[in-house]
């Protein structure tokens, strides 16, 4: 969604860059260049005047002008600027202090209301607690159907004692489920309700009873991210008619210039709490304006992702890893193609690869991405018997002939991965020794010869091995792009432990994939 004011503020800061000392027309002349590329991207007028009175003010001050690269400061002045606008902390839902409590989404039809229902209760779940849905959207036709669809895939209870289609009181359904709840003993209470085209009189006094007939502890108002001004202006009306709490943002994924993101939050006043990115009912976060600051200026969203990673590798897999590097066991293909399906439950690897620092300006590569080569991985190790995944060097010509038939690639395709991987068992055998684990700590050398060596190539793995926080064997990145060279790149990793240069070129579609 921020793609083009990504791309035009990183060209603003490349011109910076160059510069060793900012005058005041430097100055005039960056805030100029911001101000556009913010106006072209829908933000909201008063949040523009705003961000570059702030802009400007800060930029004049001591902390750029005493600076040794006044170019990184006046991005690091962008950055928190850009959190200030989307929200400064996230914050949580405020829990009643005596269960159930009753969070009301509000909205206009189309916005996502019951889609983003369902993701909340599916994601309350998660958190360990017991949602009750609550379909109070009795106009439009299918909605209590799809919010027991949702509620279904969820596991989550849904309250519909009406058919909806036009049938049906929904102050009183609502009413009538927070005793459900008390009865059922269901701590949460998520009221979906209706929507219209516009923002009508009848519209507002329904919201406006359900609100007085539930007494909400949240009143949430979904905004569709894609709608423009239009829907901050939205934001506002449902603020000063039924008195809202906090947002969501839904369809983040949307390829809108984004300016309702970066409004709502300084025109309502009130918080932004959850992102929805998608159609799963999994495509649904806690909303943190640090990071999405950081995405906006392609500084990636290392945070993100590694909770994704947390929740993609459970914690059998994590502790089985863990004991084999402790107790120096071989890492073999079994292991590498469980954790290639972890990552793959992360979603589009794109998208995860986006989130690292520095990929920003590697759009063009990130698009030619295709995820279709990590299930020709997958079928390749699939094809392979037990003995085979456990011991690769058993595979002969022969082995390899019957692999690539059973899995629908070449040989190449079935050599380039044993090659890889050969490659990734070794770098795995170095992080343990790094790490100080027992099982990997190299054995002594018998001469001086061999020490010279060790030393001379062995502490230093080849290009084409892992990325650093990817499953050992894992296909390479963009071309020429050192992890180590980016912001913050090799921290947490062993000392000594270089990162290795990556290329995309196995990533990318071939001609022949339709």
Known sequence: MFDTLSDRLSGIFTKLRGKGRLTDADIDATA?????????????????????????ERARGAEVSQA?????????????????????????????????????????????KTTLAGKLANWLKGQGHQPLLVAADLQRPNAVGQLQVLGGRAGV????????????????????????????????????TAGRLGIDAEMMAQAAGIRDAVDPDEVIFVIDA????????????????????????????GDARGGAALSVRQVTGQPILFASTGEKLADFDVFHPDRMASRILGMGDVLTLIEQAEQAFDADQKEKMTAKLMGGEQFTLEDFLDQLIAVRRMGPIANVLAMMPGMGQMKDQLAEVDDRHFDRVTAIIRSMTPGERTNPK??????RARIATGSGVTVMDVNQLLNRFTEAQKMMKQMGGMMGLPGGRRKATKSPKNKRKGTKGGGRPRAGGPAGGFPAGMPQLPPGLDP???????????????????????????????
């Open 32 to 56: 100029r260049e911001i101000r556009l590329a913010l106006l072209e991207a829908d933000v909201a007028l008063p949040v523009v005047k705003g961000f570059i009175a702030s802009l400007k």
């Open 68 to 112: 040794l690269n006044p170019a990184q400061q006046v991005i690091k002045i962008v950055h928190e600027e850009l959190v200030g606008v989307l929200g400064g902390e996230s914050r949580r839902l405020q829990f009643a202090k005596q269960a159930p409590t009753v969070i009301m989404l509000a909205g206009l039809q189309g916005s996502g």
């Open 157 to 192: 209870e849904v309250f519909a004692p009406e058919p909806g289609n036009g049938v049906g009181d929904p102050i009183q359904v609502a009413r009538a489920s927070i005793e459900h709840a008390r009865r059922a003993a269901r701590d949460i209470v998520i009221v979906d």
């Open 226 to 253: 894609m709608v423009g001004q239009d829907a901050v202006r939205t934001a506002e009306a449902f603020r000063d008619g039924v008195g809202i709490t906090g947002v969501v943002l839904s369809k983040l994924d």
């Open 394 to 399: 058993i595979i002969n010509g022969s082995r």
């Open 484 to 514: 180590n060279a980016l912001p913050g790149g090799g921290q947490g990793l062993p000392p000594g432990f270089k990162l290795p240069k990556l290329d995309f070129n196995k990533l990318t579609k071939r001609p022949d994939d339709k």
